[in-house]
């Protein structure tokens, strides 16, 4: 046991399914009391993935992302401070 609790604060836990495995509760007819049914993933529909989320997944995408980036933005600020300086005379 826990150093600090007792047996009665444990009775509250709640426990994840094991992973790879989908649980389903679905009350019976009369609504009393609940049955689980265990679902494998075979069953389950594939969703598909948001566009955003295999951006974010994709390391190397983002590497390139965070050196391509600045370089630009720093190739466009310094062409527009040359451009800007006056002409000497």
Do not use: C, H
Request: glycine share 6%; net charge negative.
């Amino acid at each position: 046991m826990l150093p600090g609790t007792s047996p009665q604060s444990l009775i509250d836990i709640k426990f994840t399914p094991p992973r790879g495995l989908l649980y389903f509760a679905r009350a019976n007819q009369e609504g009393a009391d609940m049955t689980t049914e265990r679902i494998d993933d075979d069953e389950v529909p594939e969703e598909p993935i948001p566009a955003m989320q295999q951006l974010l997944d994709n390391p190397f995408l983002l590497l390139f992302l965070g050196i391509a980036m600045p370089t630009v933005l720093y190739i466009v600020w310094g062409v527009m401070e040359i451009v800007s300086l006056p002409i000497a005379k």
